[in-house]
Nanobody, 117 residues
Framework: VQLQASGGGLVQAGGSLRLSCVAS????????MGWYRQLPGGERVMVAE???????MYGNSVKGRFTLSADFGKKTVALQMNNLKPEESSVYLC????????????WGQGTLVTVSS
């Protein structure tokens, strides 16, 4: 099972970016999908995620600016990021809780978002 992320890049403060992620491999179903941001010390912080059949959860700092779109049937998840701030520059990682031969949490390779001031 793999997650392929795309869509990062350089944008000015106040600008927008859209991140996309698709799951491939022996994915029978997905329990949860979302995006995390990696802090300088290595900690990963939830940006937005959705449990299958449940509500979308957002980190407090992104509410009202970021929008998560998860399609559990198509195994894709996208993150629309508006009004970006310089402090949100980071590596963003796609994450999925997947049912394959066994249940496993999978991380994508990360995509770099840089917001210039």
């Amino acid at each position: 099972v793999q997650l392929q992320a795309s869509g990062g890049g350089l944008v000015q403060a106040g600008g927008s970016l859209r991140l996309s992620c698709v799951a491939s491999g022996d994915v029978r179903s997905i329990n949860k999908m979302g995006w995390y941001r990696q802090l300088p010390g290595g900690e990963r912080v939830m940006v937005a995620e959705q449990i299958r059949g449940g509500s979308i959860m957002y980190g407090n700092s992104v509410k009202g600016r970021f929008t998560l779109s998860a399609d559990f049937g198509k195994k894709t998840v996208a993150l629309q990021m508006n009004n970006l701030k310089p402090e949100e520059s980071s590596v963003y990682l796609c994450n999925a809780d997947v049912n394959s031969d066994y249940r496993v949490v999978v991380w994508g390779q990360g995509t770099l978002v840089t917001v210039s001031s």
